[in-house]
């Protein structure tokens, strides 16, 4: 398969349609508009369903219904989309239905700005929606990491029937790499459509699929079902990258965009004879805690960069356990980080730890 | 080898793809290579512009403070970007529009009539490429011809017509670098 040049919302769109996309319903909003624009024309022309809902909530709430008919289906936004989509989350989540959601941050919080963000670590870790759940949380790096993750999120969320969410910015969007196509995958016909799924019950017993349980005895039970699978997740789906932590003294933890930029970061350290080192989660939900206990063991010190206020900081700091010093440097407000800010922080680490 | 590659000016000035070009021609010379553009609310004559990155192994970040080289085809590029060309580098300066000389001696800046050079080849629209073949043929990165097979095949069906006045356009820049 040959290499193409690719924009990050292209590559997304056309990686969900070799996934076997079904169909999309969203709504427009900068920085990801590019993903519906393509998606508009692609999916007709494959004789699959493009819908512009009238709103984020109808959009999530028609993923929703199209996933309960065990359609692979997908939505994408952007940070305050995002917002208004977290009820139906949180019913995806009950329910046990697999959807995907792509979320290109923006500069929050409110209307914000269209920049590049980090802004919705938490939303999407530990908050994306009421009741105990978690989506799984997948952070691409680069335009390739973005293709194999779109693939990646559709195959999760049907394994574990749950919701898989993307986040990456505007800039992984708006972006142009190499990066290899995967061929595409047949849909699945109408016929093999998973047991559960809301198909008509010719010749058997209806299904039923709800978030609605009234009994609190029920209710605990369906909670108890999902903290069991979501602990099978965390058990088997952690995934991270490293670079140059084999003798790192320092370590880096970031992710998505600025994990890449964090890669020229140690690439520079390095050539000024520090032994820094870089992880970037991959998963932000699961997180890659143990990894990152087993570091700070033996690192002097680690330095999380986000663009946020310091979101992804705390699962770092709840893993370390304060077995290392953890510093933190972030920009705000759409922001982006840029070496030559990021090495004084570490080189400034360095002195202190 | 790592060279970042700042190209600015206008929305309509085709800067975008010259970058785009750029990126391609790297990446089939097998380059590893970015393209990220300026992204926000855009309004047609604002401002506009990509950073360009080739690189012999695997691009970090794809933004740079410091670009090894830059094209600036408005006045407000050059205010902006002539400061954060790294020393030794090269300045491209749509002279044109941006009738101030450089305050950078240790820059190699070329100064180009774009738009005049254009003019003569019957199209203000391809001042861009004239721009991108005298950076190409200074900072000697890729080989010129490497762009006009990029233009070959990436060129989109609409504007394809516009083909050889584009390549034609590439070799003028190049030929004032050379001289």
């Keep these: 398969m040959a290499r193409e040049l690719w924009e990050g919302n292209m590559a997304i769109a056309e990686a969900a349609v070799r996934a076997g996309l079904e169909a999309f319903f969203g709504y427009p909003i900068t920085p990801q508009t590019e993903i519906l624009e393509y998606l508009s024309r692609r ?86 929606g009421h009741g105990d759940f978690h989506p799984i949380v997948l952070a691409p790096g680069s335009i390739q990491e973005a293709i194999d993750l779109t693939i990646l999120a559709f195959d ?15 800039s992984l969007g708006q972006m142009m790499e190499p990066a290899e196509m995967p061929p595409m995958r047949p849909v699945r016909p109408p016929g093999e459509r998973p047991p559960w799924a809301l198909t008509g019950a010719r010749g058997r017993l209806p299904n039923v699929i709800t978030s609605l349980y009234l009994a609190e005895e029920d209710l605990e039970q369906v909670n108890l079902r999902l903290q069991a699978k979501l602990r099978r997740i965390a058990a088997n789906e952690v995934r991270w990258k490293e670079y140059a932590t084999d003798d790192a003294e320092l370590l880096i933890v970031a992710f998505g965009t600025v994990g890449r930029i964090c890669q020229t970061v140690v690439r520079e350290a390095r050539a000024k004879g520090l032994k820094a080192g870089l992880l970037r989660p991959v998963t932000l ?69 | 080898m790592q060279e970042e590659i700042l190209i600015s000016g206008f929305g309509g000035q085709g800067t975008l793809f010259a970058g785009q070009m750029l990126a391609y021609a790297a990446m089939d010379a097998g380059f590893h290579v970015t393209w990220i553009p300026s992204y926000g609310p855009e309004i047609r004559g ?127 820049g190049a030929s004032l670098a050379m001289q």
């Excluded at chain 1, 989509?85 to 329910?95: K, R, T, W």
């Excluded at chain 1, 999760?156 to 505007?170: E, H, K, Q, S």
């Excluded at chain 2, 097979?149 to 034609?168: F, I, V």
Aim: aromatic letters at 6%; one cysteine or more; a negative charge.
């Design chain 1, 285 to 353: 939900w699961p997180f890659p805690s143990t990894r990152i206990a087993e570091l700070a063991a033996r690192v002097r010190g680690m330095l999380v960069v986000e663009m946020n206020a310091g979101q992804m900081l705390e699962d770092v700091r709840l893993a370390v356990e304060a077995r290392c010093p953890v510093r933190f440097y972030g920009r705000l407000g759409g922001m982006i980080p840029l070496p030559d800010e990021i090495l004084p922080q570490l080189e400034a680490m360095d002195a202190e730890v």
């Design chain 1, 43 to 128: 999916l007709p022309e494959l004789g699959r369903v493009f819908l512009q809902a009238e709103s984020e909530v109808a959009s999530i709430n028609m993923v929703y219904g199209a996933a309960c008919a065990g359609a692979r289906v997908m939505t994408s936004s952007s940070s305050p989309g995002i917002s208004l989509m977290q009820e139906g989350f949180s019913y995806i989540a009950c329910s046990e239905v697999p959807a995907v959601v792509v979320n290109l941050m923006r500069g929050g919080p409110g209307l914000g700005n269209v920049a590049p963000s980090q802004g919705d670590y938490f939303q999407a870790v530990k908050m994306a």
């Design chain 2, 46 to 172: 604002g401002r506009s512009r990509c950073t360009v990155i080739i690189s012999d192994q695997e691009i970090g970040s794809p933004l740079v403070r410091h670009p090894s080289a830059a094209i600036v085809m408005s006045i407000p590029s050059m205010e902006a970007f002539e400061p954060a060309v790294r020393p030794g580098g090269v300045l491209v300066v749509n002279a044109s529009l941006i009738p101030m000389r450089s305050q950078r001696p240790d820059l190699r800046v070329l100064y180009v009539p774009a738009l005049e050079m254009a003019m003569e080849l019957g199209s203000t629209r391809v001042a861009n490429m004239i721009c991108l073949g005298a950076l190409v043929q200074a900072m000697s990165i890729l080989p010129l011809e490497t762009i006009e097979q990029a233009m070959d095949r990436y060129l989109g069906e609409p504007h394809r017509q516009w083909l050889s006045l584009n390549k034609e356009a590439l070799r003028r």
């Design chain 1, 156 to 170: 999760l969320a049907d394994r574990y029937r749950t919701l898989a969410m993307i986040v990456a910015d505007g």
